[in-house]
């Protein structure tokens, strides 16, 4: 089966700066597939490259088979880019926007399927009104309706909840998921661990233009990371016997990680021998923050 | 075809929809120009014989407009998109290097002819104006305003901000405007100065253009079509190619 996106060797300078160095990166049609990394690792470099909007210094990207700068039209046909940036045409209306972007892609007449998005994206009523004069959130859905107006098999979203209300936030994901479900192959970047963990099947971690970690979601929490107990002690002082599991402390308390379910008994008993005396203590399911600390500090 | 003929139709609508900035202020303008000049030299130069001064002025004036706006239309559009991001609605779809080149410096051809139509029509009535070549004055309008769409694509290309564009704009595309003899003949210019005039392509423009009302140019038509084609030809070569590097759009 072609891969919706395949990355080979991947190098992209800007000048002196490495951003993307040497990556590789296979993701197949239909995952739901989460892109992390913090700033400068390379996410939106990738995605630029992949969208045709940078050049990549050498290697070759593809989607759906189709070499992004050799085959750019059948490249740019199978791909919707949601970019980072809140940007609009402040000439045009929300419908013109998306008339004018079917047209780009060599759409015609694209009323029905325009209605329809305007219709998912809960922008119905503002079809007539000026880009100028929506919302943030309003305007962030419409750059998710003009990325869908020619219905691309590969949908990438760049940190699209970026500073977007909760209601909004759900919302979209309900919307993406659909698309997800009938078929569609979704590319996801964001700063929101969460809401990486709760929709992607599969997760790429950068760091420095690199992929340091490249598994399924459920690999990489049970793999990398255990469990963590939270404690509030009286008085305020860590049993010595538990200092090498300390993973944060702060005034509400300690964080200890665990490899296991099972070393919570080994806490039990080294508080129980220190007679500590505990106020609060929660046993926490292991996280994608731990696991991408844990990365992160690790390369 | 659909993309190319989409973006022409945004470019359009782009200036289209605010008219008055762009197309009724340049010809106010313009006429502004034809009060002042043509009232305070009126009697003063005879710039060909039986040519008064305001209708010699007047192809100048139009052709100046059409050589502004046509820059103005290109290189504001994609100066803007650039700095407000949305370039990317154009990047991300499959349109060519030759659609999207094509599409910008046909908008700005429109522009530029509309406004230097409106100057036409709004002075007609009060100068003596005569249409000897309509053919020459067609083909100048429409050389003029591609070889001026052109290199607002390539400023627009150019710029990230304003004040870059405004530099190309103020320091390059005026001064050799006003010297190209939109207000005088070249021949009442000392030897020297009509020398290097002949080194300024939109004197060219500005001559054969004139030609066509008047039937009196300081050089020949065929000249100055010749020069201001191989000009439009070798500027054009140079935008698709930036285009197609995506020099300073994809980075």
């Known amino acids: 089966m072609v891969p919706a996106i395949q990355v080979e060797h991947v190098v992209k300078r800007y000048g002196q700066v490495q951003a993307l160095a040497g990556l590789s990166l296979d993701i197949a049609p239909g995952e739901f597939f989460g892109l992390l990394g913090p700033n400068g690792a390379g996410k939106t470099t990738l995605i630029s490259i992949l969208a045709g909007l940078s050049i990549a210094t050498s290697g070759r990207a593809r989607v759906m088979g189709f070499d992004v700068v050799e085959q750019y ?29 079917s ?15 305007l219709h998912h994206l809960d922008l ?15 305007k962030r859905r419409v750059l998710v309706a003009q990325a869908l107006v020619h219905k691309p098999p590969v949908i990438v979203l760049d940190e699209p909840t970026a500073g977007v209300d909760v209601e909004l936030r759900h919302a979209l994901w309900q919307f993406i998921r659909g698309l997800n479900r009938d078929g569609h192959t979704i590319v996801l970047t964001t700063h929101y661990l969460e809401e990486a963990e709760a929709l992607c099947g599969r997760i790429a971690m950068l760091k420095q233009g690199e992929i340091v970690a490249n598994d399924t979601t459920r690999n990489l929490l049970t793999r990398i990371s255990g469990c963590s107990v939270k404690l509030k002690l009286v008085p305020h002082a860590l049993p010595a016997a538990l200092k090498p599991l300390l993973a944060q402390e702060s005034e509400a308390g300690f964080r200890l990680a ?3 379910y099972e070393e919570v008994e080994h806490v039990m008993a080294a508080l129980r021998e220190a007679g500590a005396k505990v106020q609060e203590m929660e046993v926490q399911p292991p996280d994608l923050e731990d696991v991408f600390v844990k990365i992160m500090n690790k390369n | 075809m659909t993309g190319f003929y989409t973006l022409f139709y945004k470019e359009w609508l782009r200036f289209w929809k605010v008219s008055v900035q762009t197309v009724l202020a340049p010809v106010l303008t313009a006429l502004l120009f034809l009060l002042v000049f043509g009232h305070t030299l009126r009697n003063t130069l005879e710039p060909y014989p039986g040519v008064g001064y305001s209708a010699f002025l007047v192809p100048g004036l139009a052709m100046m407009s059409v050589l502004q706006n046509s820059f103005a239309n290109s290189g504001s559009s994609l100066m803007q998109s650039k700095m407000t991001g949305n370039i990317v609605f154009v990047l991300l779809p499959p349109l060519s290097p030759r659609e999207f080149f094509f599409a910008y410096l046909l908008a700005a051809v429109a522009r530029g002819l509309i406004c230097g139509a409106g100057v036409l029509v709004f002075t007609v009535w009060f100068v003596d104006l005569r249409f000897a070549h309509p053919q020459w004055i067609l ?15 390539i400023a627009g290309i150019q710029s990230e901000k304003i ?7 103020n320091f390059v595309i005026l001064p050799l405007t006003f010297l190209s003899g939109v207000f005088y003949s070249i021949h009442s210019l000392p030897p020297f100065w009509q020398g290097l005039s002949h080194l300024n392509p939109f004197f060219y423009m500005v001559d054969g253009f004139r030609y066509g009302f008047f039937g009196v140019g300081d050089v020949s038509p065929w000249v100055s079509a010749a020069i201001v084609a191989a000009c439009l030809l070798a500027l054009s070569w140079l935008t698709l190619w930036l285009i197609k590097t995506g020099y300073k759009l994809r980075h």
């Open chain 1, 124 to 138: 119905g009523e503002k079809a007539e009104t000026n880009m100028r004069q929506l919302s943030g959130g309003m």
């Open chain 2, 163 to 169: 004040d870059q564009l405004s530099a190309f704009q």
């Open chain 1, 73 to 101: 039209r059948d490249a740019r046909l199978a791909l919707g880019v949601v970019p980072q940036e809140l940007v609009f045409d402040p000439f045009f209306t929300v419908r013109e926007a998306l008339e004018i972007q």
């Open chain 1, 103 to 117: 047209g780009y892609f060599g759409i015609r007449d694209n009323r029905a399927w325009i209605d329809e998005l």
């Open chain 1, 258 to 260: 665990l490899r296991h």
């Open chain 2, 139 to 153: 083909i100048f309008a429409a050389l003029g305003s591609c070889i001026m769409g052109v290199l607002g694509i």
